[in-house]
Each structure stands twice: as structure tokens, then as C-alpha cells.
């Protein structure tokens, strides 16, 4: 039978975060400026298709995160790497003294530090999503991780970076622990993704006592030009 974490971002939109689904025929996603994370079904036919493309728009390129499915012959695959799950197998969970919260106010340096870093993507919005917590240096944000997809009984790290300047001080491995404390308080169990060929990143997370789950994959493609919006709708 399929997990949860199967399809983490349509678990989450029909569940905890069933509050920020757009949906379009059986698509779903996130507003655009809160993640690119969307979700399709299992096996997407011709219809779904055409009510993605109408969702993004002609030409547009749309994340498709997770999705290890066969994309329509004519849209244009732009972007492709594997990736991996992993999940709590044992963390040592701590909150950090450190570790502040970061609330709205922080997002330009949140978007700065992403901007310089590269963790994955981090929008003006994704804040909304969970606690972010992060570590400040002469008044400076130099580091941070948070929450991001929630599918029911689990939730997601993300956003883990540190800027080059303080690398090699364990601030990412101490953040992640906090937020995974924040998480296992309320009883849910923390996973995270990143790229099968991000080796520094993967001998991290196993040994904080992360385990290897199963494979995925990040790609985005294009939408063909020579689609119509007809079946464009209001977002619901």
C-alpha cells in the first residue's frame, strides 16, 4: 500500500495544509510564492495535463517535484536530478539556546542568506508554512532551517543553510535538531529530502540519525507554447 510520504505534497494539501490548496481539476499545488510543491495524481491522464498546463500558462515552466512518472512527449523537460528521502531513525532532538525564531519581519535576510547558500527553493511566503528558527551574529542572520511540507503525522526540514562565512561550526546540525525537537513535540516525525549527489549533505543527516527511505525525483518541464488557456479557471 502506498505511505504517506509516497506523495508528501498531495498528503499535505488534502490534509494539515488543505488550507493553502489551489486545486485545478485533481491538481493541487501551493501558492506560487509559498512553494513550488505541487501535487498530481498517481497516474496523471491527458486531462490533468491540460489542467496543469492551464494552471501555469503557455511556456511556463512547472517544479515537479517528486513526480517519477512519464511527462507528455511534448513538454519540454528543463530540469532533472535525482533525489532522496530520509526520515527520523533515532535523532538526538534538543532545542538550541541560539536559536531564535524568525517571524515575517526576517524574510529579506532569510532571501538573502537562500540567495547566497542555494538550499533549495525558499519563496516570500514559505515562512507561512512552519516555525523557521535561525542563529544571528553581530545582530547578522547566519544560519537557519524550518518546516515546510505536512503531510498528517509528519513534517518536513527544509531550508537548511549556513552562510560560507561560519561554515564548520555545527550550526546546521544544531538547528536541525531543534527544529526536530519542535516537531517530535507535537508528536509527528520529522523527514527531509535533498539530492542523491549532495554527499556532504547525505553523510550529515545519517549521522544524526536520519535513514535513507527511498529515492525520488526533482525535474521541472515546460509547458508546450502552442497550449491554450481555455480550460484556465478561477483558483479555488
Known sequence: ??????HPARAALTGPH???AERHGRILRYPVDVTPWLA???????DDWADL?????????VPLLGFRGEVPADWEITFQVEGVQFVDDGL???PDPEAVCLGPADVPEMLDLVARTQPGPFLPRTIELGPYLGIRRGGALIAMAGERLHPPGWTEISAVCTDPAFRGEGLATRLILAVAHGIRERGETPFLHTGAGNTNAIRL?????????????????????HLTDERAVAVS
Do not use: K, Q
Open 40 to 46: 498530481l495524481p498517481e497516474e496523471p491522464d491527458a
Open 18 to 20: 488543505a488550507h493553502f
Open 205 to 225: 543527516y545519517e549521522s544524526l540519525g536520519f535513514r535513507l527511505r527511498r529515492t525520488t525525483a526533482f525535474l521541472a518541464a515546460r509547458v508546450p507554447e
Open 92 to 94: 538526538a532532538a534538543a
Open 53 to 61: 498546463a492551464a494552471f501555469a500558462g503557455p511556456g511556463a515552466e
Open 1 to 6: 500500500m502506498s505511505h504517506v510520504l509516497d
